[in-house]
Structures are given as structure tokens and as C-alpha cells.
């Protein structure tokens, strides 16, 4: 297994650097099943946070760039079923990518709630808490 860098994910999803991104597809495309890459959550945050302020794609746009890792056979994500409930509620307006990844590696750790003292995500969001 081989670490995949935010910088070289993103290269590869977005296509904005012709030399950059053709050696991200490069790698990506030599990943097998066998030697798969690894995907952290620091870099799906990257990812998403990259996506949504600099190239300002949509939460349907992002939601469908991170399905599209999660679904890769060749790329192994951490915490992916994680990973794929924040992509839901991003789909789904219920909340941001980030408080649901938190909430729900609060749940996959045993918490009993996410106490926060964001009002939206309290109402929002499965598991979430006022503090």
C-alpha cells in the first residue's frame, strides 16, 4: 500500500494542471487492488475543504468527487463507511461534510452524542447535541 497526498488526490480529481495531473493519473492508475493507495480523513478534509473554497463545486459536485474515491477499488479511504455518512448528509443538505464526518466517527467510536454549539448541526444532524 502507497499513501496518497491530498495535492496529488486533488490533481487528479480536478485536472487543473496538465503536467500535475497527468502524473496523478498516472499513479492512480497503477494502483491495484493488491497495492491499493491509502486515503487519510486529513486528506478527504483537504479534499472537500479545497473543493468548496477554492474551486467552488457544489455540495452535489463534491459529494459526487468523493463517492467517486470512495467507490475506487484501487484506493482504500479511512474510515470509509464514515466517510460515505458525511457524503450523504452533504447530498442530502442535512449538514456540512465536516460536522457529519465528526458525528459519525463519534458514533463509530461508541460516543453517545456530539455535543456542539452549532444550533444548526444540533438540529440537523443525527447525534448531535447542544453543550
Known sequence: MIGLDTNVLLRYLVQDDA????????????LTEEEPGFV???SILEIVWMLKSLYQRSRQEIANDIEMLLAADTLEVQNEQEVYTAVVALRNGSGT???ALIGSLG?????S???TFD????????GFHLA
Do not use: Y
Not at 19 to 30: F, K, L, P, Y
Not at 107 to 111: A, E, H, I, L, Q
Not at 119 to 126: G, I, P, S, T, V
Open 19 to 30: 503536467a500535475q495531473s497527468a502524473r496523478a493519473t498516472e499513479i492512480v492508475g497503477r
Open 119 to 126: 444550533e444548526d448541526a444540533a438540529k440537523r444532524l443525527h
Open 97 to 99: 461534510f465536516e460536522d
Open 107 to 111: 458514533v463509530w467510536r461508541g460516543c
Open 40 to 42: 487519510s480523513l486529513v
Open 113 to 115: 452524542a456530539t455535543l
